[in-house]
Nanobody, 124 residues
Framework: VQLQASGGGLVQAGGSLRLSCATS????????MGWFRQAPGKEREFVAA???????HYADSVKGRFTISRDNAKNTVYLQMNNLKPEDTAVYYC???????????????????WGQGTLVTVSS
């Protein structure tokens, strides 16, 4: 199983980025996928998730600004990030698991597979 995150970069506050996570080696349509982020000196935190049913879930800090989506034909999950803020600066990781239950969807420990991370830097 491989997850390959891409799309990070440097953007000014108020700008937008679209992250992608291409997967291989798994039955993508049956997997719940999540995005997490980790800023320097901080713990990894939940950003957004999309279950295999396509239901979506967001951290309060990104609601209304970020949108998670999936393309089962391309085995890829996306994170559209709008109105970025300096506090969004972090390494963003995609994660996947077949058996994440709804009550645990925000916990990194619930996901078996992880991508390598892509750095997002938002300047003020």
């Amino acid at each position: 199983v491989q997850l390959q995150a891409s799309g990070g970069g440097l953007v000014q506050a108020g700008g937008s980025l679209r992250l992608s996570c291409a997967t291989s080696g798994l039955t993508f349509r049956r997997y719940s996928m999540g995005w997490f982020r980790q800023a320097p000196g901080k713990e990894r935190e939940f950003v957004a998730a999309i279950r295999w049913t396509s239901s979506t879930h967001y951290a309060d800090s990104v609601k209304g600004r970020f949108t998670i989506s999936r393309d089962n034909a391309k085995n890829t999950v996306y994170l559209q990030m709008n109105n970025l803020k300096p506090e969004d600066t972090a390494v963003y990781y995609c994660a996947g698991d077949r058996e994440v239950i709804l009550s645990s969807i925000t916990f990194p420990t619930e996901y078996d597979y992880w991508g390598q991370g892509t750095l997002v830097t938002v300047s003020s």
